[in-house]
Structures are given as structure tokens and as C-alpha cells.
């Protein structure tokens, strides 16, 4: 694979689909970054809503490879799993 290529796409496919002029060093150094250029939009870039449910707390726990591997296993929200079967723990004792 040459550089500037994907698996599936070749350097003709991007050449076609590709209307960017190469960057000059004028234009390098007259670049800025996006959230001077446009504070507006860079201030809602990563910013999450309300929770819709209850806000859990963040905190360091220290679990057992064993446990964390298989939570892991799992797939996705594995530690949102974790905190079911804590809270299951929690109630039936």
C-alpha cells in the first residue's frame, strides 16, 4: 500500500475525489487554529447534553484481571454491567 492510500482505494481514486490544492509554506504558517478561527463552533465541539439518567460518579476502582476481562468480553457498556451487578449486590444485601 504507497502512502496516501486505503485499503479499497487506490491513488487515482483519491486523485479524482480530491479538488484540496497541496498547503504552501505561506500557507502553513499563515494557518490558525480552528478554535480562534471560529470560537463558536469550537465551544460546542466535544460538550455533551444533560444526562438523561442520574449522573454517576466518576472513580478509580481497582478490579481483578480475571473480571475485568471478562466485563471486556462482553463488548460495549461492559462497565455499565459492572455497575448492574454491583447495584444487584448492593440491594440484596
Given at each position: 500500500?504507497t502512502?496516501?492510500?486505503?485499503?479499497g482505494?487506490t491513488?487515482?481514486d483519491?486523485?479524482?475525489?480530491?479538488?484540496?490544492?497541496?498547503?504552501?509554506?505561506?500557507?502553513i504558517?499563515n494557518?490558525?487554529p480552528?478554535a480562534?478561527?471560529?470560537p463558536?463552533?469550537a465551544?460546542?465541539?466535544?460538550?455533551?447534553?444533560?444526562?438523561?439518567?442520574p449522573t454517576?460518579?466518576?472513580?478509580t476502582?481497582?478490579?481483578?484481571?480475571?473480571?475485568?476481562?471478562?466485563f471486556?468480553?462482553?463488548?460495549?457498556?461492559?462497565?455499565s454491567?459492572?455497575?448492574?451487578?454491583?447495584?444487584d449486590?448492593v440491594?440484596s444485601?
Amino acid at each position: 500500500m504507497t502512502e496516501g492510500t486505503r485499503v479499497g482505494y487506490t491513488q487515482a481514486d483519491w486523485d479524482e475525489v480530491s479538488d484540496n490544492p497541496e498547503l504552501s509554506e505561506e500557507d502553513i504558517r499563515n494557518a490558525r487554529p480552528f478554535a480562534e478561527v471560529f470560537p463558536h463552533l469550537a465551544a460546542t465541539i466535544g460538550k455533551r447534553g444533560p444526562q438523561k439518567a442520574p449522573t454517576k460518579v466518576p472513580t478509580t476502582l481497582r478490579l481483578s484481571p480475571e473480571v475485568v476481562a471478562h466485563f471486556r468480553a462482553t463488548g460495549k457498556g461492559w462497565q455499565s454491567r459492572i455497575d448492574q451487578v454491583l447495584k444487584d449486590w448492593v440491594t440484596s444485601h
